[in-house]
């Protein structure tokens, strides 16, 4: 498996077909095939059901024409028997089949797919080639419906009550990019019950795909029928006015939810581990990723659904957890990889090796391979060139070291696919035959050239040559350049004493790891001290205390109350910061920094909100119940300050609480009538079961929209709120006794903090994370983390699993004596250098300063363990004293006047 390269040349020669429609005429589906995950090739899989071998025997036709020997049946008999000291259970979902719903009509009209399958249409890598094309004529489609909640969200047909969390989004995205494919003639609708885009910027994204002309019906679509031969498709809906409209469409996309694997589920009973009602892992808020059986944690969709970001803090979350459970045995079982001594060639005349993959038919089947081979051939300073099957392949590799020492060659070009996933891959394999890892340079001849030219072949061939003839060029001129490393200071810094700002310290101090703890109030706990319960119910006050116990009486952890930061330098694994306590000033030297700033419920001056006593927010009415005594309505109105210009954001977590709290009232005070108007209500996840029981208990929603936002205004004998009802299409009074407010969660004031450690910040001031989906706990500068609502509007069982997951980031950096760093870094001529400081003012990671040098007054200075190789400071000097290392300005005009 390990050796697997995703290049479906087993399913090629695969003779057991399935007999599923949409896979026999799309993706050819058979015994072994190689799945996908967000149009991303991964390993291959075997269905059991449908190989000959594990039925009758025989067949191994996979195993026979793999190009990398990764298929071995003979290793498929063997039982495995590991010892561990903890199991992390990340076993995935496996999407809704709609199959089982008759009126969607999926396996009989083909121009009716999954939203998995039509995530491989669009991909360029899929059956089309990344074009959009009806499965029943082959035809471009003009209009395509999106059908929400298909598979989740319902209890009479399939027992999924809970809301799949991520299809909304995903709808989204399919709907954008297919408009972009098909350009602005092509008609996108979403059909949809509430829009459930409440994960960060996801309302930004809802906002900008209506202005790009995505149609959002709130309706449900109960039945597809086909109009005609071609396959065109007819869909009867009811608009909230009760309308009947009948639409055509060309395809239909089912947005399809999750359910935990058949496979998951018996992995969990064979493990001993409890599942809920719904089959997922079943966890406490308070130990998200911890399972019922002790040293077991889950992470992932098999928990419940979510998203990807969710899934890697998560991920993050349970090794953190593993982590401290294993801490007494870290390293014990450790093997350092050695490389041969590096050769020193930086004076011999260059020797280059063209290495031109095939990838396949990815390349191969477009580009003429041997061609570009014999042009790179003739290429100066080039002495060979190989056309390997697949160049990233364990026995190319091993042969590609052979070729090295063989030829001597001093540098290699691969032309392949992408540097972003393989370069690192090569560079292991030049240093492995004793080369500097950055004598090697990568050609991108299938993403930049057969991807993007696939029916132009001979075009491919002679782009695919120019790309080449670059590569080689810069290859010339390219130079070794030494390892960098930084010794680390085994402590952290966390800027916060909330719930998210403590569990991180445990985390880590319970893995051996000092921490301090900076807390600009008097006491510990955040916003956390004004909840009283989790969404499921657990009582926050039991364990914040517990909690504050905990992280006050731990040995390795410093509590700085009443404190402020005023002053921070250093860079990955050395930093210092200087923090302020009354008069006095503590000098704190740590090697990484986790901010838990927190955020806040904002204040309104809407719905009467300060100028009368029946108006309350979010917690008021919890953390003070004689409020409610006698009280016979109230109403809490949703959305208060959010979702708007000032704040374009959907706060996450205000629907579930005031379902919550709606549930709460009605069962303590059943006579009490409970309203709650709402935009969308949006209780994702297992949340929705909330959403359910409050109807059961007789809360009332109604929905209200922006432009008709419902108005507050004083009575006789308490207040009147008016409100016009969508459905029945009229204006509704409520008399309340009380109205509450769920408004706008924002950010604490972070701009200083911000400018301390230079962290970026986005338009709403939370903290802006490395990359959204792969890095959502990492800032960009290494050894800086963030968690908790400094980050975004977030539960508590969600902070508490971000937190954990910022400190088993951290802990990577910790647990090392030193780390390497990127020696690609920013080199400075002081003999040019005027010190105009330019370039200091410019870097945003803080990683040149302006230094005094004797005699010649200021001159600019890189830090290298700072420094991410951007190349601002380079392009912006005035009298070019900053150059590049590995992206020299001779090395890049090298490539650029190979191309004219």
Not at 547 to 568: C, G, K, M, Y
Not at 615 to 643: A, K, M, Y
Not at 759 to 770: G, I, S, T, Y
């Amino acid at each position: 498996m390990d050796k697997c390269i995703a290049c479906g040349t087993c399913a090629e020669k695969c003779p057991a077909k399935t007999t599923d429609a949409f896979n026999e005429g799309l993706a050819k589906r058979k015994a072994i095939y190689v799945p996908y995950a967000q149009a991303v090739p991964l390993k291959y899989a075997i269905d059991k059901n449908r190989c000959i071998y594990f039925q009758k025997g025989k067949c191994r036709a996979c195993e026979k024409f793999c190009p990398t020997n990764a298929i071995n049946f003979d290793d498929k008999e063997k039982d495995i028997t590991l010892t561990v000291g903890s199991v992390i259970l990340t076993a995935g979902f496996t999407p809704f089949n709609p199959d089982r719903f008759d009126n969607y009509q999926h396996a009989k009209f083909p121009n009716v797919v999954t939203s998995m399958e039509f995530e491989r249409i669009l991909s360029a890598g899929g059956p089309f080639g990344g074009h959009i094309h009806r499965l029943s004529d082959g035809q471009e489609p003009r209009k395509i419906a999106w059908l929400q909640c298909v598979g989740s969200r319902d209890l009479n047909r399939c027992d999924n009550e809970y809301c799949s969390s991520v299809c909304c989004m995903y709808a989204i995205k399919e709907s954008v990019i297919a408009k972009e494919h098909l350009g602005a003639d092509f008609e996108p609708a979403i059909f949809f019950m509430d829009m459930r885009t409440h994960g960060k910027d996801f309302e930004k994204y809802y906002e900008r795909a209506k202005s790009q002309g995505v149609r959002f019906i709130r309706s449900r679509v109960h039945t597809i029928t086909e109009t005609d031969a071609s396959g065109t498709l007819n869909l009867v809906y009811v608009t909230e006015s009760g309308e009947r409209v009948s639409e055509e469409f060309d395809m239909v996309v089912l947005s399809v939810g999750m359910e935990p694997a058949a496979s998951a589920m018996e992995a969990a009973k064979t493990l001993g581990v409890e599942l809920n009602p719904y089959h997922f892992v079943k966890t406490s808020d308070m130990t998200p990723v911890s399972t019922s059986r002790e040293g077991i944690f889950v992470a992932g969709a098999l928990q419940g659904p979510k998203d990807i970001p969710q899934s890697v803090v998560e991920a993050s979350a349970a090794a953190c957890s593993a982590g401290i459970h294993l801490a007494s045995a870290r390293g014990t079982l450790v093997k350092e990889k050695t490389f041969p001594a590096e050769q020193s060639v930086q004076d011999d005349a260059p020797r280059i090796g063209v290495f031109v993959c095939n990838c396949g038919i990815n390349i191969g089947g477009i580009a003429d391979v041997p061609a570009v081979a014999a042009y790179a051939r003739e290429l100066g300073n080039v002495v060979f060139t190989e056309e390997p099957l697949f160049a990233c392949s364990q026995d190319a590799q091993e042969k590609m070291v052979e070729i090295i020492r063989e030829q001597k060659l001093n540098r290699v070009v691969v032309a392949a696919c992408t540097p972003r996933t393989h370069e690192p891959l090569f560079q292991e394999t030049i240093r492995n035959a004793g080369l500097n890892a950055y004598l090697f340079e990568m050609a991108n001849i299938r993403n930049q050239c057969t991807w993007v030219h696939s029916a132009e072949k001979e075009k491919a061939t002679e782009k695919a040559k120019d790309l080449v003839r670059m590569a080689v060029q810069r290859a010339n001129i390219l130079e070794p350049i030494p390892d960098l490393s930084v010794g680390v200071n085994k402590s952290a810094l966390i800027v916060g004493g909330g719930i998210a700002g403590m569990t991180a310290a445990i985390s880590l101090a319970d893995q051996g790891f000092a921490a301090s703890i900076v807390e600009k109030s008097s006491s510990l706990g955040g916003a956390a001290r004004d909840v009283l319960h989790t969404w499921r119910g657990e009582n926050i006050q039991e364990h914040l205390k517990k909690l504050v116990d905990r992280v006050s009486n731990h040995p390795q952890i410093t509590v700085f109350t009443q404190s402020e930061i005023v002053d921070a330098s250093g860079f990955v694994g050395n930093f210092e910061t200087r923090v302020k306590t009354g008069t006095e000033i503590h000098a704190i030297q740590h090697g990484v920094v986790i901010v838990a700033t927190g955020g806040q419920a904002s204040v309104t001056d809407e719905y009467l909100y300060g100028k009368h006593p029946a108006v309350t927010r979010w917690h008021d009415l919890e953390q003070n119940p004689e409020l409610l005594t006698g009280v016979g309505s109230v109403v809490f109105i949703q959305c208060v300050g959010s979702r708007n210009d000032q704040r374009p954001y959907c706060s996450r977590i205000c629907c579930t609480s005031s379902v919550y709290q709606a549930i709460d009232i009605k069962e303590k005070h059943p006579d009490t009538d409970v309203f709650i108007l709402y935009r969308d209500i949006r209780t994702f996840g297992e949340r929705e079961v909330l959403y359910k029981k409050a109807r059961e208990k007789g809360v009332v929603f109604i929905r209200y929209s922006l432009n008709k936002k419902p108005v507050v205004t004083e009575a006789a004998d308490g207040l009147d709120v008016r409100v016009f009802d969508p459905i029945l299409q009229k204006e509704l009074i409520i008399h309340a006794d009380r109205v509450n407010l769920a408004t706008a969660i924002e950010p604490s004031p972070n701009e200083d903090i911000a400018a301390l450690y230079k962290l970026p910040v986005n338009a709403e001031k939370f903290f802006m994370e490395a990359h959204a989906k792969l890095r959502p706990v990492d800032f960009a500068s290494d050894g800086l983390f963030v968690c908790g609502i400094a980050h975004y509007p977030k539960s508590i069982d969600e902070s508490i699993a971000q937190a954990m997951a910022a400190a088993g980031r951290a802990a990577t950096v910790l647990a090392r004596t030193s780390i390497q760093i990127s020696p690609l870094v920013s080199q400075v001529n002081r003999d040019l250098c005027i010190g105009c400081g330019l370039c200091t003012d410019i870097c945003p990671f803080g990683a040149i300063i302006q230094e005094e040098v004797d005699g010649k007054g200021f001159k600019a200075k890189n830090i290298s363990a700072s420094c991410k190789g951007c190349g601002l400071c380079a392009s912006s000097c005035p009298k070019k004293a900053i150059d590049m290392l590995h992206f020299r300005d001779a090395q890049i005009l090298a490539a650029v006047c190979a191309a004219a």
